[in-house]
């Protein structure tokens, strides 16, 4: 990464206070995006880092390491992707695109890494058929067996996906070891 002045950083405002640098403020930055889209603390420094390592590898320059560094710790800055979430959790009712819904749902599993494969292939593939528009997987932090899905889904395509004769070949391929209970959003409050 290229260096900076080292008078810039040595200098002392009359103030006596310290200069703040760049990588401070875009380090304090992607810090709030990570906690802002949900990730891990320190997401977006990790993800600088390794790009950087890579940059070494590749020879790139000091100059191309810098930029690298400074688009690492932003990559996620003005992050909308998981709006829907944030609506969510804030109490804001999302716009919806026709009837689409959110659907929660829990199973346990004989083996999480089995669940995870089918879930994310054939799985995927017949929600996708029946009109699911994704989902984001949760392991319970207190049941080692039970996950958590909530699906972009409307009811009525889950109707559909829950009765095709051929999701109960997938769900005993994936190691269900039971029906999913199932949850609809019914509303969002502001408190």
Not at 24 to 38: K, P, W
Not at 84 to 107: C, D, K, M, W, Y
Not at 145 to 172: C, N, T, Y
Request: aromatic content about 6%.
């Amino acid at each position: 990464m290229a260096a900076e002045d080292p008078g810039a950083v040595a200098a002392v405002l009359s103030s006596g206070e310290r200069p703040i640098r760049a990588a401070e403020v875009v380090g304090a930055l992607s810090l709030a995006t990570d906690l802002g889209t949900g990730q891990p603390l320190e997401h977006a420094l990790r993800t600088a880092v390794l790009a950087v390592r890579l940059g070494e590898l590749a020879g790139a320059s000091a100059q191309e390491l810098a930029d690298t560094y400074y688009v690492a710790l932003l990559h996620a800055s003005g992050c909308t992707s998981n709006g829907h979430e944030a609506a969510q959790l804030f109490g804001v009712e999302p716009r919806r695109r026709g009837s689409q819904r959110r659907i929660l749902a829990t199973t346990t599993v004989e083996d999480y890494d089995r669940f995870v494969s089918i879930y994310s292939t054939k799985g995927a593939e017949k929600r996708a058929q029946h009109g699911s528009k994704g989902s984001r997987v949760y392991r319970d932090p207190n049941e080692a067996d039970r996950v958590w899905a909530i699906f972009d889904w409307d009811a009525e395509g889950w109707q559909r996906f829950a009765s095709d004769p051929e999701v109960p070949g997938i769900m005993q391929e994936a190691g269900h070891k039971g029906r999913p209970q199932v949850l609809e959003l019914d509303g969002t409050y502001d408190a």
